[in-house]
């Protein structure tokens, strides 16, 4: 599910470009919203380390649209880490205020952080940032569930304001899985259930109230409505396919040059003839993807439910087929790996 909710706000956000803050008063970043934002000090039942599926649903709903307190941030995400899929932060964002305002804020953030007993960090290369163009950084060791445990702090000025909180730990383990490093022991993925009798909402369903209140609403998609939970049903089952495809495939590799049985340059040479058979399609895609991101917007912006509604229903369709071609890639890369396993006798259990 949260894949095509990303996919749903990053088709509006480039059609229509980061949001704007008209001239107001300075936002401020306080320690007290930085305790209660922080899990393991704050934000109550968010686990890091279980995954985003073992998190309370009343929380994950509270992220789609922020109370006011903790303004100037308007929304929240969780980060998982890139192959077990273990929340290992939270993100929280909001429109920027831009220029001036933004250095201010970030030299105004340090010296509130460090006077609540946060101290600075350097992120070195073990952990992704929260953007490449820097920002803020500290940690800070606090008292947890376990004992002690350290907690990083990352917040960026340079486009929309962001604020992450989370376990270093676990960050630096996704870097790893992103890298294709697994942890010993790694299971292999198992399959998602898939059901062939889900198939794509007609243009009908957009004739629904309750969908198009929920379709042209500003922000993350709640992805937990009961109207919306059918109405992308399909499009969530293949999204998920590709993902348990690629998440077979990082394991598959994990394996092979575990072995010491074959080295890098086989490997590619493998994954590059696998890939041969696939068409390039991907400029093609990213102008369907911001056309109808555009209508999206558009709609949201003007108000029309309908519209929204059936914008959505044309990205589900978009998603599906992107999601099949996905599938097909990783079925055919994947079945190469196993039999160069298989060949060089490399057991897969």
Known sequence: MKIFIASVCAAVLLATGAPAVAQAA???????????????????????????????????????????????????????????????????????????????????????????????????DTIMPLSVLGGRTLEREVDGPQGKQRLLLEFDASGALALRCGDPGLLELSRREQDGTLEPGSPRPVPPPYDPALRLPEPAACQSTALQRLTVEKGQLDEASPELVPFLA??????????????????????????????????????????????????????QFLAIGGELAAARENGDAAKSCEALRKLMVFEQEKSRLQVAYWTRVNAVLEAEAKRLGIGLD
């Open 234 to 287: 399909a499009t969530m089952q293949e999204g998920d396919r590709a993902q348990y495809g690629k998440r077979l495939n990082t394991w598959l590799e994990w394996k092979l040059l575990g072995s010491g049985k074959l080295d890098d340059n086989r490997l590619v040479a493998l994954r590059e003839a696998a890939a041969k058979a696939s068409v390039d399609s991907e400029m093609r895609q990213m102008m």
């Open 26 to 124: 300075l936002p401020t970043i306080s320690a007290d919203l930085v305790a209660r934002a922080c899990p393991v000090i704050g934000m109550p039942g968010l686990r890091l380390g279980a995954t985003r599926a073992e998190q309370p649903p009343e929380l994950l709903r509270s992220l789609r649209k922020l109370p006011d307190s903790y303004r100037p941030f308007t929304e929240a995400e969780l980060e998982e880490t890139a192959w077990s899929g273990k929340v290992a932060a939270i993100t929280f964002r909001a429109a920027s205020p831009d220029g001036d305002v933004n250095d201010a804020l970030l030299e105004g953030f340090d010296e509130t952080m460090m006077r609540a007993g946060w101290e600075p960090m350097v992120l070195g």
